[in-house]
């Protein structure tokens, strides 16, 4: 049975830098990293020590909490460095690639036969556990667990995120078998895979897309042209078209096995799979659910296919700072420089690099590695300068307010060049009701958050902490007028009760 | 300007941690922030954020208040000529009143907001907060809900009264119970009754000459039937003698500063709503609930002031203009949306209620709200504990099943 949802609290945020529907393979990284810090909640145990042979698919390092769950080398090559910081705090864990890309061999894995409890443990035993995060807390899964029911959105809504359509469609047959793995582990036997009825596409103004026209002739259409071009004209009807295509979520979802379909419709955050579970099947207490992202379900079934642990990603470089929004196949842990080879546009600011989206991202410095789990790099302005009288004009066309405070809602398609300016000091909790408007679950945010700053754990569980997680409540941190730093506190919080009910 | 940047940017390290003049650091940072957004980044979490703040929300409320007290100077300057005789009223311009309500009316904002801050700095700098905006609108909000003759000194005392004991023992912005305009009103209004109250205090400087009426407000009016009403025709005189819907939609009568006119409020009602900064549901649930209680007092009609038509009962008095501006006050409001209907609903009931049943309150909506204010999180209580029974309620029955 599928249940459609229509949501209508929430927002989109149009942001410059929109990737071209372009995959170019990214040149190969001289090093590759591992942070724990990608990994929330982890203790890292290293394996290996400095200068370590190791494969594509060796461990290199074990959660002390779980020593089940292992990380394993992306390629192959020896440790170069395991990098410190303070109270001999583990960074990140440098591997230097020899360029051979020679992987362990687990064995190809057929699912037909496999017992749940043994494919769990070839995944662990492999280092593809981290790829499975449960709710509530926003955590690696524990292998122990059976999971009410396994959750994957099949589409992001954040602000410049990759089209996820266009991604997998690349690699429909390792996503397959990702998905039927997923699905021996779920209680129910299968995997809930929510959809978009409709997606909101946007293009590059550089976007150039082909197009068949009625004669089955094929065109190349440059987006800008199309667009203003006269309405009767070709150029529309083949704009038209290729909306239509790209907002139609792919048959490799639609016509999915091992899955019950769910649609979903409405502004950011519906994407998000914390929202979706609320909707479909919330989180009580003492309840699992786990979730994967999409293209990590790939991964997997790359794995399940091949033997082998050689994790490759698509990802989108977007932000307004990009010369050429696109998108890159990278290996996990590849050096950020690798796909910023198209170069940066001359600006006065500096640019902010951020690894993921500028919601929920981590800014990183140029040199440093894209993230594990990122499947987009943003790349926008900093806003390190003083603004004269910046808090009381009413037309600042370059900025972006929810409220109709400043006259950006005059232009609701206009697509922005955001800085990083907090645009204000933080300050007390004042005006309610903006929150609201944002998380289109049943919660009280505002309450759940000042819940979250008394540290009141019984409270906390009668609002529904176990059903959030930071990235639901992003918008909230976006549009505060008070500025403050809802993700940090809603994780934080997180993290005390389930240190205090684990 | 490069000059004022490099003012601020060389200033900046004496009053930082170690500067000479760390103590100031919260009236610099008052001042340059006033003056700059500051270069403050996001470091984590969401790295772009909305152009909104709190200044810039606070002074959309100053803006939505404007309005109100341009209104206000032309409505006190009108009000003095039209009680001093015909002839002084045809021989002053527009400008003579605009002139003649300023000098009453400025030095009321100015004592209000230099009472109001000095107090704020005060406690930031002993307390060590940085300065916030709320005072902003604060101290627009107090000489607009006053009499025009209020003496200065007391608006400079019930100012002080109302930071200290209203706002900063409960912690500062955004953490009071009582909002802290009406503390300032309901303070004078039981310390100083005589200059806060009757029939002379709406007019600034009323004649001896003048008709023994001239200088009552429609709320005296309708109250005063209470005394007389035994006798039929006089109620009939003070009756015919009110002001007319229309007279109460304009405002041009007498009353509080900022709080006759119908037509200005609304202006400032429609900046609120539009920008979103003023609850919908707090004007909507609390005009409902206005009329209702109008309403009911109308079938009941034991007396003349219960059979005024609901219109004419929201139009009169301080009723808009509390509703608008003053119950919805984030922080002394209910906070959950559910709230907010209920909260604003009984503003409007017992703003009536009061005004009708004990006429020496003419003005029911100050005592409507603080009451509601003080109530506020009772009701917040409710909502927020049958939002943890919806998800007890869903966790049984997915358990039974």
């Not at chain 2, 005592?367 to 003080?374: A, D, H, K």
Request: proline share 5%.
């Amino acid at each position: 049975m599928s249940i459609h949802v229509k949501l209508n609290k929430g927002a989109n945020i149009k942001l410059v830098g929109v990737p071209n529907r372009i995959t170019n393979v990214a040149p190969d990284s001289e090093f590759y990293a591992l942070k724990p810090s990608d990994f929330h909640g982890v203790t890292p145990k290293l394996l290996l020590k400095d200068g370590a042979r190791v494969e594509a698919g060796t461990p290199v390092f074990f959660d002390k909490q779980d020593e089940r769950v292992v990380w394993s080398s992306p390629v192959s090559g020896e440790i170069e460095e395991v990098v410190r910081g303070d109270r001999r705090k583990i960074l990140a864990i440098k591997i230097k690639s020899d360029n051979q890309f020679t992987a362990v061999d687990y064995g190809v894995t057929d699912l037909s036969s496999i017992e749940s409890e043994e494919l769990k443990k070839k995944l662990y035993t492999a280092g593809l556990w981290p790829f499975i995060k449960q709710r509530p807390f926003d955590v690696i899964a524990n292998p122990s667990d059976q999971p009410k029911a396994i959750f994957v959105s099949s589409f992001d809504t954040a602000p410049l995120a990759p089209d996820y359509d266009y991604i997998l469609e690349q690699k429909s047959a390792d996503f397959k078998t990702g998905l039927k793995a997923l699905a021996k582990l779920s209680k129910t036997g299968k995997v809930n895979l929510n959809l978009p009825i409709l997606k909101d596409v946007s293009f590059n103004e550089t976007e150039v897309f082909s197009y068949e026209d009625a004669s089955g002739k094929s065109h190349s259409v440059n987006f800008h042209t199309a667009n203003n071009s006269p309405v009767s004209s070709q150029g529309k009807t083949a704009l038209n078209a290729v909306i239509k295509k790209y907002s139609t979520p792919s048959e490799l979802f639609t016509k999915s096995d091992d899955v019950a379909l769910n649609t979903f419709e409405g502004p950011h955050p519906v994407g998000n799979v914390g929202v979706q579970i609320h909707h479909i099947n919330p989180i009580n207490a003492n309840e699992v659910v786990w979730t994967v992202n999409v293209q990590d379900v790939a991964i997997i079934g790359s794995f399940i296919n091949s033997g082998k642990y050689t994790p490759k990603r698509t990802l989108a470089l977007t932000g307004s700072e990009v010369k050429i929004p696109q998108y890159y196949e990278i290996r996990l842990g590849a050096e950020l420089k690798t796909v910023l080879g198209g170069g940066l546009k001359d600006a006065e600011e500096n640019p902010r690099f951020i690894s993921g989206n500028v919601l929920t991202g981590v800014k990183i410095a140029e040199n440093d590695y894209i993230g594990f789990y990122h499947n987009q790099i943003t790349v926008i302005p900093e806003g390190d300068k003083m603004e004269l009288f910046g808090w009381a004009l009413p037309v600042q066309p370059e900025k972006l307010s929810f409220s109709r405070t400043l006259w950006s809602w005059l232009v609701p398609n206009k697509k922005y060049r955001l800085n990083t300016n907090l645009n204000g000091e933080e300050r007390p909790f004042v005006v309610t009701g903006q929150y609201e408007l944002l998380v289109p679950m049943n919660v009280l945010p505002v309450q759940l958050i000042k819940a979250c700053m008394i540290q009141d754990i019984e409270l906390l569980e009668g609002l529904g902490i176990y059903e959030v997680v930071p990235e639901d409540f992003a918008l909230c941190e976006f549009s505060c007028s008070s500025k403050i730093p809802v993700q940090t506190i809603l994780r934080e919080a997180l993290d005390l009760v389930k240190k205090e009910c684990a | 300007m490069k000059f004022l940047e490099n003012l601020v940017e060389n200033l900046e390290p004496k009053f930082e941690k170690g500067g000479k003049l760390e103590k100031w650091f919260p009236v610099f940072d008052a001042f340059a922030t006033f003056l700059y957004v500051p270069s403050h980044t996001t470091h984590n979490g969401v790295h772009v954020r909305d152009a909104v703040d709190l200044k810039r929300t606070m002074n959309t409320v100053v803006q939505a208040l404007i309005p109100c007290l341009l209104f206000g100077i032309w409505n006190t300057g009108y009000q003095h000529y039209r009680v001093s005789g015909e002839d002084a009223l045809h021989a002053a311009t527009f400008l003579d009143m605009i002139l003649f309500g300023a000098i009453r009316v400025l030095p009321l904002v100015i004592v209000s907001y230099v009472a109001g801050l000095a107090t704020e700095f005060a406690f930031c700098i002993v307390k060590k907060h940085t300065i916030n905006e709320g005072f902003l609108v604060t101290g627009m909000l107090i000489p607009l809900c006053l009499p025009i003759d209020v003496p200065l000194w007391m608006v400079a005392v019930a100012t002080v009264f109302s930071v200290v004991f209203a706002k900063e023992v409960f912690g500062g912005t955004g953490m009071n119970i009582l909002n802290p305009a009406l503390t300032v009103r309901a303070f004078l209004f039981f310390a100083y009754p005589t200059w806060m109250s009757g029939d002379k205090v709406w007019i600034s400087e009323i004649p001896a000459t003048a008709d023994a009426t001239a200088g009552v407000t429609q709320l005296g009016k309708w109250a005063s039937t209470i005394d007389v009403k035994a006798d039929v025709s006089k109620v009939n005189e003070i009756m015919e003698s009110t002001f007319s819907t229309l007279d109460l939609f304009l405002g041009i009568i007498p009353g509080s500063v900022g709080e006759t006119s119908v037509l200005v409020i609304l202006i400032g009602a429609g900046l609120l709503l539009h920008t979103g900064i003023g609850s919908w549901k707090i004007m909507l649930s609390g005009l409902i609930g206005g009329l209702s209680m109008s309403a009911i007092f109308n079938v009941a009609g034991a007396n003349p002031f219960m059979s005024v038509s609901p219109i004419d009962q929201v139009f009169a008095g301080g009723f808009m203009f509390g509703l608008v501006f003053m119950s919805t006050d984030p922080v002394s409001a209910s906070q959950t949306e559910v709230g907010k209907i209920i909260y604003g609903f009984f503003i409007g009931i017992f703003a009536i209620m009061i005004r009708v049943f004990n006429p020496a309150y003419p003005e029911g909506i100050m005592l409507s709200i603080l009451f509601m204010n003080v109530m506020a999180p009772l009701i917040d209580h409710y909502v927020i504990a049958s939002n943890i029974n919806q998800r007890l309620g869903r966790a049984k029955i997915h358990a039974s099943h």
